[in-house]
């Protein structure tokens, strides 16, 4: 048998493979987590349910998730919780079999709040607490106030996070302080939807790589591996061409909102879609780079999908898990601002 005809028959069995649908819900705690929510309803990703979390009975009403949770009627009667995260967490507590109840039936469960305030960050680590005893794998996504915002909100805000920490199988830790950094001047509504819009693109991006059949796929096995005791998480993006891999790599690994070394990390979880023109050479320069510096015994995991209408672009989503915070900055981030310069579809 000839290696073209052995190659046309792997391709046709690759196109014939099908795979179950990995069940995936996101649940929006608080009014941050109930924003990025609505952001990603117009996705219309596959096999995710979307549910939203909330003491504030009007922000509940205006959100476009197919499954709501008022909770604390009898505490504050659908008001906010200003700021009172053990006033959140008794409400949750005192809600568990409303919460047990809605988030039966996952295998991977992300809780998305906003830290600071008293929701998101009393209501949502009993929300992931409670679905890791479920035994699905709970991938917390967390952003911090600005600093402006006062030494007393962020320091609620750190108490929540290490609750995430305890309850989640990872946290991944975005920085609002970052926006300063590369959208300084976009006018504020916009800015403060572009973590919706990093939130969203991150769940999709983990959706499409274990629901969207590829020619490397990357299972819920794959994920329950790198992630069940994934500590804190980093997130980085790159776009590029597949003839200016350094460039593209260095562009990824700077794409960071929050302040870790990726080299401490035990994992890491590369998701590369691309064009049909990416070579076997290519794909391995690439996941060299990115995993540069990493220990050789941690777990590495890489999933490709080709789209055509790329042709030779190449899009990376990495993920690298149990990284070691290095302090709060203000150093210049180098994300690019073209970087969001899609937004405007996802936000009017």
């Known amino acids: 048998m000839g290696w073209e005809m052995l190659l046309n028959e792997a391709i046709e069995f690759s196109s014939k493979s099908s795979y ?24 219309n990703l596959r096999g995710v349910d979307l549910l939203a979390i909330n003491t ?45 109840n809605i988030l039966d039936g996952y295998d991977i469960i992300f809780v998305l709040a906003g830290l600071g305030g008293g929701s998101g960050g009393g209501i949502g680590p009993v929300v992931a607490q409670q679905a890791r005893n479920k035994r699905s794998l709970v991938i917390s996504i967390v952003t911090l106030p600005f600093r402006a915002e006062g030494k007393r909100k962020m320091e609620i805000a750190n108490v929540s996070l290490e609750k995430f920490y305890r309850n989640s199988n990872t946290v991944i830790v975005l920085e609002n302080d970052r926006l300063l950094n590369i959208v300084p001047n976009l006018p504020l509504e916009k800015a403060f939807k572009i973590m919706d819009f990093l939130v969203s693109d991150i769940i999709r991006n983990i959706s499409d790589a274990v629901n969207k059949p590829s020619m490397i796929h990357i299972d819920f096995a794959d994920l329950m591996k790198i992630m069940k005791n994934g500590g804190t998480s980093t997130v980085m993006y790159g776009e590029g061409e597949i003839n200016s891999i350094p460039e593209l790599v260095n562009d990824t690994l700077k794409n960071k909102f929050y302040n870790v070394d990726h080299t401490t990390a035990d994992g890491a979880l590369i998701n590369i879609v691309t064009g049909p023109h990416l070579s076997l050479s290519m794909m391995n320069e690439l996941v060299e780079r ?59």
């Open 56 to 100: 504030d009975r009007i922000s509940l009403e205006r959100s476009m998730a197919s499954k709501k949770l008022l909770l604390g009627k009898r505490y504050v009667n659908g008001q906010s919780l200003s700021g009172d995260i053990d006033l959140g967490q008794k409400i949750a507590e005192s809600s568990l079999p409303e919460i047990n």
């Open 20 to 43: 179950q649908d990995t069940r995936i819900l996101v649940a929006g705690v608080g009014g941050a987590g109930c924003n990025t929510i609505n952001t990603l309803s117009s996705l």
């Open 290 to 348: 990115l995993t540069e510096g990493m220990d050789e015994d941690s777990e590495k995991k890489v999933g490709i999908r080709i789209e055509e209408d790329l042709s030779t672009k190449v899009r990376i989503t990495a993920i690298f898990t149990n990284v070691k915070y290095l302090g709060s900055t203000r150093e210049v981030s180098l994300v690019k601002e073209e970087a969001f310069s899609g937004i405007d579809p996802v936000f009017p």
